[in-house]
């Protein structure tokens, strides 16, 4: 009879503990601790099967040896698709894509596969839905299906062998969370399975220069669920967002190891699946045609592109002890900090108003450029003053009121002269010394500069 043993495991970032306690010392939450038993000998074997260089060739080279040529990317017959992983398909690759219910995450996958099955061998395993409920949802979306092979299993090791006969080219596996190992004696979507599931899958792409697919479920906050670990045992994770009632959906890389990370990628869904948005911007710029205060269009950089989105501010006078501080697609703590650079550096108090701000779009912006965009929107609401229509803005606000210059400022610029904007505000640094063509551009250094335009 083989040796068991008891391991306490963290629900939150899967760090292993030799015994109870009340509070993770990797990631110090409290009562994520899950009792496993794990059969020794089983799950030596399944550790010893996973390596994450993944070859198995046990020769040293010189770095300047390693041939470039020999995995070279290929399209996913999707262009916004490709951006998002990095260019395209790298062989040996293991994807992590996750999002909420509904967000579309099968619907892409399965639209991408039909298309790759008609150049290609492509295997595609589903665990948590019929044959049948997969070929409807093929059926409604008029994608060609005679090419791309199915498979319902749920056992890894089973499913390693089956592709060990097949030799598929690319693999998906819907979805990872109720995938189970037999050498792990645990319910299938724990951490030790998701886990050593995720292990066994990882080393046959490596070995075999297989494209994988991983489905992942996220949890209630939008993370993803499932053990920390797992994404670094992966090369690309990126996720889906979106509402149900909103068409538009945003595809975002959180990590990649062959492009660049926090690249954006924008579909739209249809009722023939998911079609990809050529000009992100012109979405996200359906304004309205008489000018309204509080609004006002900033330049972000997603990726590798700059993007034009509009954000909208509301200033009310607040009508309780504590005024609201409200922010949606932006940092709500770094709202409540630039309005207290705003009242010392440019004499505008908030103090007693409620401040809403929203991305149009459902847009997450997450640098530090918007800082100017969001103080000048603020500033237009609580005067009742609008902005022009013609005019952009973007820049870094510090701490001492100064206005800092953003990477690629001159390409934000050029990307909203071409959309028809005639003037705009940016740090004096990003200003290009030529001017640009077309654009009217005010240089700033200080918060009170940019705040005197209102």
Known sequence: MAKRKVAYVCSDCGADHSKWQGQCSACNQWNTLQEFTVSASKSA?????YAGGGSGLNKIVKLDEVSLDALPRFSSGMAEFD???????????VNLIGGHPGAGKSTLLLQTMCYLAQH???????????????AMRAQRLNLPTDKLQMLTETDVEQIVSIAKNHTPKVMVIDSIQVMHTPGVESAPGSVTQVRESAALLTRFAKQSDTVLFLVGHVTKDGSLAGPKVLEHMIDCSIMLEGDSDNRFRTLR????????????????????????VKNPSSIFLSRSEKPVSGSIVMVVWEGTRPILVEIQALVDESHFGHPKRVAVGLDQNRLSMLLAVMHRHGGI????????????????VSETSADLALLLSVL????????PQDMVVFGEVGLSGEIRPVPSGQERLKEAAKHG????????????KGGI??????????????????
């Open 120 to 134: 290609m061998s492509v295997l595609y395993i589903t665990g948590e839905e019929s044959l049948q409920q997969v």
């Open 349 to 364: 108090h908030c103090g007693d108003q409620d401040v809403y701000i929203n991305v149009v779009g459902g847009v997450r």
């Open 83 to 93: 951006r998002v992983l990095g260019g395209g398909l790298v062989p040996g690759s």
């Open 380 to 387: 237009s609401s609580f005067r009742d003053n609008p902005l």
């Open 253 to 276: 890389g959180i990590k990649n190891r062959f492009g660049a990370v926090n690249e954006l990628g924008v579909f739209a869904m249809m009722e023939t699946g998911l079609k990809e």
């Open 421 to 432: 904007f005639k003037r705009a505000i940016a740090p004096k640094a990003n200003i290009p």
């Open 437 to 454: 063509e077309g654009m009217q551009v005010m240089a700033v250094e200080h918060i009170s500069q940019a705040l005197e335009i209102i």
């Open 45 to 49: 074997s399944v550790r010893e099967g």
